[in-house]
Each structure stands twice: as C-alpha cells, then as structure tokens.
C-alpha cells in the first residue's frame, strides 16, 4: 500500500454514460495527479492540483472533467468518453517543491465500449 | 509531454543475470526518479538521484547520472524472478515527466 487509494479498480463503461474515478491520499501531500497510462505510451500527465487548485491542464478534453474539493481528494469524471478513452488511469500524490518522489494508486482500469 | 526516454524498450535476462537500462532526458533536471510497475497496477518508487549527484545505490539498485550527457542508467544486480516488471524513469523539472519505459523479463 502507497497510501494512495483509487475505486473503483475497473470500469467497463459505454460511451453514452458518465462515471467518476475517485483518488484519495492521507499522507498530507499538497499536490495530486491524474496520469493516463496507454499501452506502449509514456505516461500521460493530464492534470495537477496543488492546494485544491488546478496548476496544470494538458489540452484534455473536455470529456474529463476533474475535481478537488480538498487536498486529500481528487475525482475524474468522465462523460461521452470515446473507445481511444480505454486505459490505466492513474492517481499520484507528492509534496510539491521538496523534490521527492510521488506515491501512486493502484490505477483504475478503464474500458469504454 | 515527454521528458525521460528509456532503452532498451524490453530486456530479457536469466535469473542472476545483471539488468542494465538508461534514460536519456531533454532539459535540465532538479533530479531524477526511478519506478518500477508490476503488470496492470501502480507504479513504485525505487530511487532518487539529486542534479548534483553521480551515482546512488539502494539495495540491488545502482543509478548514475550525467547531467553533462542528460543521460542516466539504472542497474539491477542478481536479478530475481520478481524484479520482472516495466521500469521507468521520471525528471524533475517542474513537473515529473515519464518515459514509455523498459519491460524487464527475469527468466528462471
């Protein structure tokens, strides 16, 4: 366990529905990540909140919208997501301007059909 | 968008065998991380080596660092059957930026 915890694990979802991803930290972290993990991609940064404020948005669709309503919680919602949308989506949290290593969930799996 | 590149993009070894990867990265780095990620699930941190620094060990781990060649090697030692994974590496600019990563298969 890295402290960080995402639910669900999986998620078969069809392109008509809305879903959200939940990521949560207790390890009194200021800054929290979503990654999108395609196979044989690099890891996608899609967004970062430091203090519950949105610090970077990587030209994400509008598709995902993410929310932090305090520090130790971030959510990925997802609507009309499209098939290409299918991956590890991954949360990670760090103690942004320490330079110290980030602390990852487990990931969700996602499969839009 | 991305920062660290690893090669080779997979690595097949026996059981004992020493693991060998590099990253090559763009720009000037705070410092540089590497994980580890078993199939499907999270990714782990294994080491952090400071701009400043040449060469670290933790355990089996050895990394080296040359800033003046943005390059830096990861080094796994007596390799196991469970060091089978993907191992990334990740630089610390501003923001950490991973590469696509090397798959390591640990044959016993």
């Known amino acids: 366990e890295t402290g960080v915890t995402q639910t669900p694990r999986h998620l078969v979802m069809g392109m008509t529905n809305k879903k959200s991803l939940k990521c949560e930290q207790h390890?009194?972290?200021?800054?929290m990540y979503w990654y999108k993990q395609s196979a044989k991609k690099p890891l996608e940064l899609m967004f970062v909140y430091n203090f519950k404020e949105q610090t970077e948005n990587n030209s994400v669709p509008s598709r995902f919208s993410p929310e932090c309503p305090n520090s130790s919680h971030l959510f990925l919602h997802l609507h009309t997501l499209q098939p290409e949308d299918s991956a590890l989506y991954l949360c990670a949290s760090s103690q942004e301007g320490t330079g110290t290593e980030a602390f990852f969930g487990q990931g969700t799996r996602l499969t839009v059909v | 968008s991305q920062q660290g590149e690893e090669d080779p993009q997979a690595l097949s070894i026996q059981e004992g065998e020493n693991a060998t990867m590099n990253c090559s990265y763009k720009t000037s780095i705070n410092n540089l991380q590497w994980y580890r990620q078993n199939s499907g699930r999270g990714l782990v941190h294994l080491i952090l080596i400071r701009s400043n620094e040449r060469e670290k060990h933790s355990g089996r781990l050895r990394v080296t660092l040359d800033t003046s060649k943005k390059s830096s090697s990861l080094l796994i030692t007596a390799s196991r059957a469970a060091d089978t994974a993907s191992y990334f590496c990740?630089?610390?600019?501003?923001?950490?930026?991973f590469g696509a990563g090397t798959t390591v298969t640990v044959r016993a």
């Open positions: 390890l009194g972290h200021n800054a």
């Open positions: 990740a630089t610390d600019s501003y923001k950490l930026s």
